[in-house]
């Protein structure tokens, strides 16, 4: 018996279409897409604006190697389309280098405007911060009672100079730097004794604050010092200890306080840091510096 060609199968039958319309899930699932990806955007974007200003550089790297790498698709998708290729293949590939192209180029145009978009607000300052800066440096030279906000703002403007952090120093020696102290404030230097945490750390030792010191400031300077402080006891013993340095930028209600206390030159030593001791009478300080000091030698000043 000869094989022929089996007859050809009838048609299955198609359900019948629902009334109305149907649904295009996929146009459905992109329209959602994209105000949710406006309002991602949207969230992390103050939190791009806000980077420090070493991240700027790799961010806008980042940025641009992405543009770069979309513009790199849609160069791929201009190809000529691979050989022997049937004609329902050869659309299909048609078709999805066409959206490939679609999509590279928004890509490419989205990365390049998120580029631009950053370097302005990263290079160019904006007025309104340039007018709250200047009305940060006229209040801390009118004397107007500054907020936490710009007391923070005031002690980001003072420069430290030493002694730098893990510094050898010996017994006796001068807090030094430099800025523009708001006028009625001051800066108030302590030292504390050093001890281990439970994990075998250095960290200051909390209870006693000693040598509490006022910084002196000439009015036709911006430098500031203090006059000598001493680490420790005369006891050569004391060689070889850690201490931590901080330096504390106070309100005119606290350095007036700590004046009437004694503190001014001679050193004085209290169970309560000048942060705290602010913060109980309701007059906000902040540390602008704390560091820990080696003593390896000295013993009188």
């Not at 006028?183 to 200051?204: I, M, S």
């Not at 820990?292 to 000043?301: D, E, L, N």
């Amino acid at each position: 018996m000869t094989q022929g060609t089996p007859p050809p199968q009838p048609a299955s039958p198609q359900p019948p279409s629902p009334s109305g319309t149907p649904i295009d899930w996929n146009s459905l699932f992109q329209s959602l897409a994209l105000p949710i990806i406006l309002g991602g955007f949207g969230a992390v974007a103050t939190w791009f604006i806000d980077l420090p200003d070493e991240i700027h550089p790799i961010m806008l790297s980042l940025l641009a190697a992405c543009a770069a790498m979309f513009y790199w698709l849609n160069t791929r998708a201009d190809q000529p389309i691979r050989p022997n290729l049937t004609p329902e293949q050869a659309q299909t590939e048609t078709d999805e280098r066409s959206k490939v192209r679609r999509r590279s180029i928004i890509a490419t145009c989205a990365s390049l405007l998120v580029l631009v978009v950053l370097a302005v607000l990263w290079t160019v300052p904006s007025l309104n911060k340039q007018s709250s800066n200047k009305q940060d440096v006229s209040d801390t030279k009118s004397g107007a009672t500054l907020t936490e906000i710009q007391l923070a703002k005031a002690a980001d403007r003072l420069d430290y100079n030493y002694p730098p952090n893990n510094e050898n120093v010996s017994r006796c020696f001068q807090v030094q730097g430099a800025g523009t102290i708001p006028h009625g404030y001051a800066l108030w230097v302590v030292h504390q004794n050093n001890k281990k945490n439970p994990e075998g750390d250095d960290e200051p030792a909390p209870g006693a604050y000693f040598d509490l010191m006022r910084a002196d400031y000439p009015g036709d300077s911006s430098a500031w010092e203090t006059d000598i402080i001493r680490v420790g006891s005369e006891k050569p013993s004391e060689n070889g200890k850690y201490y931590w340095v901080s330096v504390y930028l106070v309100p005119p209600v606290t350095d007036t306080l700590l004046l009437g206390i004694g503190g001014a030159k001679g050193g004085l030593t209290i169970s309560s840091s000048p942060k705290k001791l602010s913060d109980s009478i309701h007059a906000p300080a902040v540390r602008i510096k704390q560091v820990k000091i080696h003593r390896t030698s000295g013993t009188t000043c």
